[in-house]
């Protein structure tokens, strides 16, 4: 079997022939198979999904409980058949919930990794090694510039800039899903004890993960109407990127803004956002992990989607890997 029998790309998404099913598509189709709770890969409105129960749960959680007309959880490493074809899910380190999906079929083993990351995060089950003939791998930070500090670096940047300047509230801009929850556990990992303020477009997750025994400590609502502006002076707030666009964030004293992001490596992309203390965190792999990665599935082809896959569609070429580039639309960045 040729690896495009088993798999191949169309419209809808990456599409699985004699199992008549798709990987995260992103259009409504009759069977689907979702590596992982962002809504760029988990949409509404697929007759079946097949995932693991903490992304059906977050899936519930944002697009309600009628988001499929049918639902099955599969547990990490365990497999099912789906039509003839060999199906199983195993950790992607990526967010809570997050799974690579092991495609199996006629003696060929394709993984599809969805979105991944190697940096230890307490939040979510690490990464894990699968070996396999196809290997398809994100892109999102795929240029060598591209090297992530250990995180915790980057939070205990944040503490010390909450010291010395007690007078001010810092803004931490976070992803809702994955990314938010991630930096308040790595505040906690860092000694801060201190309440941590929430926009309340993120209550709803932390409140899921604190239910999956992850424990982010004291969350307290980022109410500023009824407040005054000094009550909020030397404390931590985190919102989603977009709250920082409109009035919330200009309520609170003199605030130190920064976001969590794997961009912010990028000077220009954090000076474009008035971005003052840039914290490179990012849920995704970088530059070398994703190589080392690579090289550690065995996989003698690789596929590369939605990032920048022609720097590592090369680096495949001059390692002796076979590579294309798969060209996927409708994926973007959102657990960045």
Same mark, same amino acid.
């Given at each position: 079997?040729?690896?495009? %029998?088993?798999?191949?790309?169309?419209?809808?998404?990456? =599409?699985?022939?004699?199992?008549?099913?798709?990987?995260?598509?992103?259009?409504?189709?009759?069977?689907?198979?979702?590596?992982?709770?962002?809504?760029?890969?988990?949409?509404?409105?697929?007759?079946?999904?097949?995932?693991?129960?903490?992304?059906?749960?977050?899936?519930?959680?944002?697009?309600?409980?009628?988001?499929?007309?049918?639902?099955?959880?599969?547990?990490?490493?365990?497999?099912?058949?789906?039509?003839?074809?060999?199906?199983?899910?195993?950790?992607?380190?990526?967010?809570?919930?997050?799974?690579?999906?092991?495609?199996?079929?006629?003696?060929?083993?394709?993984?599809?990794?969805?979105?991944?990351?190697?940096?230890?995060?307490?939040?979510?089950?690490?990464?894990?090694?699968?070996?396999?003939?196809?290997?398809?791998?994100?892109?999102?930070?795929?240029?060598?510039?591209?090297?992530?500090?250990?995180?915790?670096?980057?939070?205990?940047?944040?503490?010390?800039?909450?010291?010395?300047?007690?007078?001010?509230?810092?803004?931490?801009? $976070?992803? $809702?899903?994955?990314?938010?929850?991630?930096?308040?556990?790595?505040?906690?990992?860092?000694? =801060?004890?201190?309440? /941590?303020?929430?926009?309340?477009?993120?209550?709803?997750?932390?409140?899921?993960?604190?239910?999956?025994?992850?424990?982010?400590?004291?969350?307290?609502?980022?109410?500023?109407?009824?407040?005054?502006?000094?009550?909020?002076?030397?404390?931590?707030?985190?919102?989603?990127?977009?709250?920082?666009?409109?009035?919330?964030?200009?309520?609170?004293? %003199?605030?130190?803004? $920064?976001?969590?992001?794997?961009?912010?490596?990028?000077?220009?992309?954090?000076?474009?956002?008035?971005?003052?203390?840039?914290? /490179? /965190?990012? +849920?995704?792999? +970088?530059? +070398?992990?994703?190589? $080392?990665? /690579?090289?550690?599935?065995?996989?003698?082809?690789?596929?590369?989607?939605?990032?920048?896959?022609?720097?590592?569609?090369?680096?495949?070429?001059?390692?002796?890997?076979?590579?294309?580039?798969?060209?996927?639309?409708?994926?973007? %960045?959102?657990? %960045?």
């Amino acid at each position: 079997m040729r690896p495009r %029998d088993l798999l191949r790309p169309r419209p809808e998404g990456l =599409y699985c022939p004699p199992g008549d099913f798709f990987i995260d598509p992103v259009r409504p189709v009759e069977r689907a198979l979702i590596t992982h709770g962002h809504s760029d890969h988990a949409r509404a409105g697929h007759t079946k999904v097949l995932a693991t129960q903490q992304t059906l749960d977050i899936m519930g959680l944002r697009y309600g409980e009628g988001f499929a007309r049918q639902t099955q959880a599969i547990g990490p490493g365990e497999t099912v058949d789906v039509n003839g074809v060999r199906v199983s899910f195993h950790n992607a380190g990526h967010v809570l919930g997050s799974a690579q999906i092991l495609v199996e079929h006629g003696g060929m083993r394709i993984v599809a990794s969805g979105d991944y990351k190697r940096q230890p995060d307490p939040t979510c089950a690490p990464f894990e090694v699968v070996a396999c003939d196809v290997f398809i791998t994100e892109a999102t930070f795929g240029l060598p510039v591209f090297r992530h500090p250990p995180a915790s670096e980057e939070i205990a940047r944040l503490l010390r800039s909450a010291t010395q300047f007690p007078e001010r509230a810092h803004l931490v801009g $976070a992803y $809702a899903l994955g990314k938010a929850q991630r930096v308040i556990k790595l505040i906690r990992e860092g000694g =801060y004890e201190a309440p /941590i303020y929430l926009h309340g477009a993120l209550q709803r997750l932390c409140e899921y993960y604190a239910s999956q025994g992850i424990d982010l400590g004291d969350l307290q609502p980022a109410t500023v109407e009824n407040s005054r502006k000094g009550e909020f002076a030397g404390a931590i707030v985190i919102g989603t990127p977009s709250a920082f666009a409109d009035r919330w964030a200009r309520r609170f004293p %003199d605030p130190v803004s $920064a976001f969590a992001s794997g961009w912010m490596r990028i000077r220009q992309r954090a000076k474009q956002r008035g971005v003052e203390l840039p914290l /490179i /965190i990012s +849920d995704h792999s +970088d530059w +070398d992990e994703l190589t $080392a990665t /690579i090289i550690e599935t065995g996989a003698s082809e690789v596929w590369v989607t939605h990032g920048r896959e022609e720097a590592l569609v090369r680096w495949c070429e001059l390692n002796g890997i076979a590579a294309r580039p798969l060209h996927l639309v409708g994926y973007e %960045d959102e657990g %960045d």
